[in-house]
């Protein structure tokens, strides 16, 4: 829709799979590598929806991910950025985490669904499987949104 200055406010989702967002957003799945330069003018997009996409890509496609993100947001755009964060699950698990009875059962609903006995393989798991390809964590992420030009 056109906006009273003329911009398109297009909202992107990246990796949508099968849980696509109702309109105005654009739900894109494969057809949209984010190996690769982004199909949108600049300044073009006023909200990015990207969960569980960047990990399946190498750190340094990330990051040209992240460039691209800035590139085609307007001024003030919002870029949500979600991944599994392994800083912590290695600290929910091996850390000094809560060990209250209410966090030991999420502990182990955790390790049941990934069908691990072991918080290791918990831990392996998240950073392997599922075609991931980079590890991320909150201030991996602070850093590369840094590195491609965010504030």
């Not at 992107?12 to 739900?27: A, C, I, R, T, V």
């Not at 460039?67 to 003030?76: A, D, T």
Request: aromatic share 10%.
């Amino acid at each position: 829709m056109k906006t009273p200055n003329g911009w398109q406010r297009l909202r992107l989702q990246f990796g949508s799979g099968g849980h696509e967002l109702p309109k105005p957003w654009s739900n894109l799945g494969g057809e949209h590598d984010i190996r690769r330069p982004l199909r949108f003018e600049s300044d073009a997009v006023e909200f990015i929806l990207c969960e569980h996409v960047i990990e399946h890509v190498s750190f340094a496609e990330g990051l040209a991910f992240l460039r691209e993100c800035l590139r085609i947001l307007q001024p003030g755009g919002v870029l949500r950025l979600c991944f599994p964060d392994v800083e912590r699950v290695q600290r929910d698990f091996f850390g000094a985490g809560c060990r209250c009875a209410a966090c030991d059962g999420r502990r182990a609903e955790y390790l049941e669904r990934l069908q691990v006995s072991l918080p290791r393989q918990a831990l392996w798991k998240t950073l392997t499987e599922w075609g991931h390809r980079a590890a991320w964590s909150r201030g991996i992420a602070e850093a590369a949104l840094l590195g491609a030009g965010f504030g």
